[in-house]
């Protein structure tokens, strides 16, 4: 088991910053690789950026590249999401997800995670 809590969220107007952070306890195994995703009022869940512990290697949608950077911290069991430039279209609720392992590629989907933290929100305000 996997618990994930998310926190960093709130309101910031267009070009501001943003880091959300994840604290992640439970199964280390379970939790090898760690995702952010954002999910915006009558959209898709959409994958943000994914990395895997220890060992990098991260992944970012095309529409956060150059913006968003993802981090870990593994003393303190964290996974952040660096947030820069932010845009309204930035707007969302942003989830923390984790599962052991997934075929290379896949992710950036939600289908691959298992474990999902409770989110915290992002305005972006023009």
């Known amino acids: 088991q996997v618990q994930l809590v998310e926190s960093g969220g709130g309101s910031v107007q267009t070009g501001g910053s943003l880091r959300l952070s994840c604290v992640v306890s439970g199964s280390a195994y379970s939790s090898a690789v760690m995702g952010w995703f954002r999910q915006a009022p009558g959209k898709e869940r959409e994958g943000v950026a994914a990395?895997?512990?220890?060992?990098?290697?991260?992944r970012y949608a095309d529409s956060v590249k150059g913006r968003f950077t993802i981090s870990e911290d593994n003393a303190k069991n964290t996974v952040y999401l660096q947030m820069n430039s932010l845009k309204p279209e930035d707007t969302a609720m942003y989830y923390c997800?984790?599962?052991?392992?997934?075929?290379?590629?896949?992710?950036?989907?939600?289908?691959?995670?298992?474990?999902w933290g409770q989110g915290t929100q992002v305005t972006v305000s023009s």
């Open positions: 990395i895997y512990r220890g060992y990098g290697g991260p």
């Open positions: 997800a984790a599962d052991s392992a997934m075929v290379p590629g896949d992710e950036l989907l939600h289908a691959s995670y298992n474990y």
